[in-house]
Every structure is written in C-alpha cells, then in structure tokens.
C-alpha cells in the first residue's frame, strides 16, 4: 500500500492539483482519530516511510478507506478487479507495443492496458513516481494516458498471472522454508495478509478462509454465516501466505504434514482482535481458517438478539433462578456463546458471585470472572469446574457440556445451590434430555436440575435497503395462520413479506446482518414424568405444544411475518419438513 500513499503535496508531479493532506481527508472522513495521527507521525519520525501505509500497518484504518481517500485527493478513480481485463494477454500485448522490457515493467510493479478507444489505462503500486510517468509519456507518445488506483492485492494478483504469461525461463521459486520466511516478509505478502484481515473485519466477517487448489487458492470469508468467495490468486504464492499467517500465529512454517493451532492478537482498522488459527493439511496444501473475535465486542442483551416477548419473558424469568441448570443448544456458529454473553449480563447485578469455564474465551465480560480451559497440560473443564466450586460462585457458566464427568459436576453444582448455565450440540431443544441421558446421567438427577432448554438458529437479516416486497406460497400462508391462531399476541397486525435482492450496502447477497430463532422447552411435572419413562421424543413435543411450545420453523415464520427475514432464508436453515407441499 505505500506507493499509493502521498506522504507531502510536493511528492506529487504537476499534473496532480493536490487536495489537503492525507491524514486531514481521513480524520475529516472520520476513519481515524487525531491519537492515530499521532501514534503514525511518531513511527514516520524513527523508521520514515509513508504516513498512510503506517496508518494501515498500525490497524488504524483499513486499505479501502485509504484508497477512497487518495482517491479524492488526487482526484484518481479507483480500479475494481471487476472493471479490469482478466486475460493477461492484454497486459503482455500493451507492455510490448510500449518498448520497454516487460521485466522493468514487473519490477516497477506497474501495468498497463490499451482500451478499444486507444486510451492507455495504468495502475501501479506508485502511480506518481516521475521515472515511471516519464517513461509512459515516452512509451505511448501521442496517446491519453489514464492513471487509476487499485488495491494492492488486485495488482500483484494480476501481475502474477503477466509474469507466467511471459516467463519461459522456468524461474518459478521452488518451495524451501528459508526462502518461504524471506517471502513472507515481503512488503506485497504482509500487505495482501493485512489487507485479507482488515476487508474481512470491514465486512463483519467471522472467519476468514485461505484455500488451495491445484492451480489457484481462494480466500472466502463467512459473512453472516455463509461462506462468500473474495480473491483467487495464482498458487505459486500461496505458500508465501501461509507461511506469514503462520509466522504471526507463532506457528512452525516447517511443519506442513499436521494440523496446527495458533493465535493472533492485533488491531485492525481501529479494531482489536483475537485471530483463532487453524491449519489442516490438505492434497494441495494447508487449508487455513482464521476466526476473528473482537476484543471490543459491543455490548449484548437479551431483548437485542431476537427473542419474542414470550420466549424473552420466560428465559429471562427462569435466568433469575437461584439454582438449576439452563441449557443453550444448537450447532457449531448457531450463536450459543453469544446468548450466554447476553444472558450473563442480563442477571449481572454485583450481588452475586459469577464464574466461567470456557475454551476459549471468546467475549470478555466485566464483573465476571472467566477461566480458560488448557487442556495441554490437564487443565480441563472437569478440573476446573471441581476448583469453582471452591470459589463459593452463585452462578456458574459451563462453555459446554462435552462428557458425563462435566455434567456430573454441572448437576452436582445445582444441586447444592448453583445456578448453571451451559450449552450443549443437539438438534432441538427437546433431544438434550435424551442427550444428557445417553452420556450417562440418571433421568430423575436430569429432571431434578434441568429447568429450561432452549435451542437456537442464526438466520440472515433482509438488507433494509433493498428487500422488497414478496408473496410466499400457500402452504406458508396457512402455516402461518395457524401460528396467528396461537400466539396472537406475537403476530399483531399485517404481515410484512418480504425477499431478498441485493446492492452494493450488502455485498450483492440480499441479508445484511443476522437474528436469532428460538425454541423453549421449559421442564414441568408432565414432561419431567415423560424423561423418567423415556418417552417417545414425539409424544414429548405433543405434550410442550399444549403449553405454548413453538419449534425453531415456527419462530422463523414470525420473523418472516415482521419483515424481518425471508421464506428462503428459513428454509435454508431449518429445512422444509414443517411445510408440506411448499
């Protein structure tokens, strides 16, 4: 990124008429704040280099943010990857109509290409470096010449496929790990990493993922869920970029043959991260997951993350409890952690003494405290959930129940006075019963301590800027119905249906954003007798209807009602069984 950057007006040749300083256009953007000018100018003064490259190497401000600034004070357009020819045969062809050995061109890290209107369009990592604005007035003597910016990675993608393009010489660098270190301190490798980060915390991404084929590797990030493609770069430089996310994750770049596990911790576009690593050998290389966690997570509450007023009302009531246990369950990314975060600060009031076992710590909560688990050296849950209770808690938060030693303390704990909150990996809210029965608890010890399940799904939001209006199908029109039937208090009014269509404020995808659907079953004595019996999980749901149980379909199809989300979206989710016909 610092050859986009103009550290001084003088910098500029003179066919540039310069707009205000950098910092002044990203302060007044309000994209940094005076600290981070400051934090910059002092860096600049003991290792030089160019202030906005600095902005963005300290994770002050995101690359984008950077080009739109240039952009108006160089009044430059900026190149998208889209509007850029993807046939390198373009770029060879213009690189030797110029004259100039296309090898100069690679090193000055610039290209250019010649429209079907005879402009000649440039882009470079320093698109105003005198030689190189020389050179192509030189070169294309007599033809207009356009100047763009793009982001770094976007270039070097596309100088890469120009270089196998031309190269017959065979240089391509064979993989050794000392070279690989020297490559991923590279200024490209770090920028492309960097810029890989700051887009995906820009977009809200939870993970990002770094993917190799046999030609090409990918990098997606999960936006709301669903993984969306972002880059294909060529694949002779993913073993560069693995080896620099491994290198910041304190990880072996020599060991390519077993998973390994690391962490990050940096700021990025003004934002502090936790960066969970993962690498998975693969055919045709390690699969890198990195899962991103705010250190400064905004703060959560129950009533903010889609629960109706009933199902609010009832877990927020049944949280109070002095004792019991409360389970959360869902899938992997269904959103438990984020519930129990909103539910821990939803009973915090600083009367009472509230612990947590967790691994990791994803969200840090003030007034609680928080243990983690380092299984590694035998400092596991059922470790340190027997020290816990020595550390005289009221409320005792259980990241998960994953075996019969943790659910044999996370009952013992209510039994003597605890309350207990924990998640656990089933389907709905009624098998955890029998999931708790499977891993060997006694069904009375179950019924004596279980006061409410509640599962849950994260579903898209309708991007507010373009959903539009949408009429469902029949079967979603009598199903709803009969839930108005049922819960009239939660569908008041008309409904609102809507479908998704996409635009530019959400990336194209239609959903911007996600909510919560939900499922509670609270345990009363006609379901406590049906787990004592080991009752058919169909004569179990029949009996929570009756008492005003909804399953997750049926929650999903009220925030269709409101506006809130779509029909597809709840199908994607949940699936189709609870509409016949649809």
Known sequence: MDALIVPHETSAPAFIDVQPPLGQILL????????DVAKAMSFQSSFGGLIGAILIRIGAVSEDAVLEALSIQLEMGIMSNAAMPQDPTTYVATLKASGIDTEWWVDQAALAW????????????????PSLQEALLSAFLGKEIRWWLIRNRELDMMIDLVRRAVATDGRDVEDDV???RELAEEAPVVELVSNAMSQAVNEAASDIHVEPREHEFDIRYRVDGVLQS?????????DAVASRIKLIAGLDIAERRLPQDGRISLRISGKDLDIRVSCLPGVFGESIVMRL??????????????????????????????????LVTGPTGSGKSTTLKATLEHIKDGKRKIITVEDPVEYNISGVTQVQTKADIGFTFGRVLRSILRQDPDVIMIGEIRDLETA???????????????????NDSLSAFTRLIDMGLEPF?????????????????????????????????????????????????APQWYEAKGCAKCQHTGYR????????????????????????????????????????????????????????????VTGQAGIEGD
């Open 445 to 493: 010890l179950v019924t004596s301590t279980v006061r409410e399940v509640m599962a849950q799904r994260l579903v898209r939001r309708l991007c507010v800027h373009c959903r539009q209006p949408h009429q469902p199908s029949l079967a979603v029109l009598e199903k709803c119905e009969d839930i108005r039937r049922r819960f009239p208090e939660i569908l008041p009014g």
């Open 293 to 326: 966690l705010m250190k400064e997570h905004k703060e959560f509450s129950l009533a903010k993350i889609g629960m109706a007023p009933d199902h609010l009302a009832t877990f927020g009531k049944l949280a109070q409890e002095p004792h019991g246990i409360i």
């Open 114 to 129: 010649q429209d079907e209107h005879g402009v000649i369009h440039c882009i470079s990592r320093d698109p105003l470096r």
């Open 408 to 426: 044999q303390i996370a009952v013992q704990a209510s039994l003597t006075g605890h309350m207990v909150f924990s998640t656990l990996h089933t």
């Open 178 to 180: 000392a070279l690989l």
């Open 230 to 238: 972002r880059l294909t770069l060529p694949r002779s430089r993913f």
């Open 513 to 572: 954003g996600r909510l919560g659907i939900y499922e509670v079953a609270v345990l009363n004595d006609e379901i406590a007798e049906m787990i004592l019996h080991k009752r058919p999980l169909q004569e179990m749901q029949e009996a929570v209807r009756k008492i005003g149980f909804r399953d997750l379909l049926e929650d999903g199809l009220i925030k269709v009602w409101n506006g809130d989300t779509s029909v597809d979206e709840i199908m994607r």
């Open 28 to 35: 007044a953007r309000g994209a940094i704040s005076e600290g």
